[in-house]
């Protein structure tokens, strides 16, 4: 399959008065053409600054990309100067917001706010613009799209300004689209029918996808794979099977143990006891250590193995080393 991004090794680290946070540790991930894949974790996990990153848009200071390479389709956008950088945002790679009223100029108008990307990078004016962004209107289901073109956001319920961004956000075909906590500003219901949009984008035009989210519930319905953030790292990388329903990372068990499932009857949601890390001196060993039921000595010291289970599946965790299976057998625990 063809990778259209590939992250390697990827570091970001933030200076503060208070030291720096190492908020992105050393992170790798690909994503192949056509697939959508998700980055869930809890807040503070680095999942928005990965995303930022992508898009260069860390802010320096007090950021900095300190290391690793970010290959899309071929090319590292870390060796991009900003320039470059600018004429790839919004026409190679585009990125959507959680807050649908922030991306949009409620001075401007929903029509030139969708043709300006057009005209700025696509060199298309007047007619040829218009028509494309009634296009786009349609598309993401927008009703009487020529009438609306003159409206302004505030015209617009949330739901159906969200739709906009995602107009905006695709008007210059990406290949890459990247939604941070797209839905999470909406309610349910708005929320399901925007799953349901991205899902068609994707079939009508085939960009590739990358979803950020704290919600497992979101990405069930639309992941292809599923990327587990925890303090800086990925812990889990999987198909939607196999993190659901052969989750290996306690971490990731814990997850699916704190959110509502529609497949899966729960008694009860039990949250995750604990809280991360502190990322200004994150622990040398596993993350997870301190919160981890299965936390055995070498946990705390040394970071954990990475395993491939299978081509897709992989994971950091010491429980996948013989000697704690051993461990493990000889023990009551239930894993
Ligand atoms: Fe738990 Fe150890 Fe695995 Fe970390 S490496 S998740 S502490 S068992
Ligand atoms: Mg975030």
Known sequence: MDKILEVKDLHVTFTTYGGSVQAVRGVNFHLNKGETLAIVGESGCGKSVTSNAIMRLIPNPPGEITKGNIYFK???LIQFREKKMRSI???DISMIFQDPMTALNPTLTIGTQLMEGLKEHKGISGKQAKEKAIEMMELVGIPSPE????????????????????????ICDPDLLIADEPTTALDVTIQAQILEL???????MGVSIILITHDLGVVAKIADRIAVMYAGKIIETGTKREIFYQPQHPYTKGLLK???RLDIKEDKLTPIDGTPPDLFSPPQGCPFAARCPFAMEVCDKVYPVHTELTS????DCWLQDERAQQ?????????
């Open 198 to 204: 991205f899902e068609k984008i994707q079939e009508k």
């Open 327 to 335: 461990l493990l057998a000889e023990s009551s625990f239930q894993y």
């Open 147 to 170: 009438e609306r073109l003159k409206q302004y956001p505030h015209q617009f319920s949330g739901g159906m300004r969200q739709r906009i961004v995602i107009a905006i956000a695709l």
């Open 89 to 91: 945002r919004g026409v």
């Open 74 to 76: 071929g090319q590292d």
């Open 258 to 260: 704190s959110v509502p």
């Open 312 to 315: 897709s599946h992989n994971v």
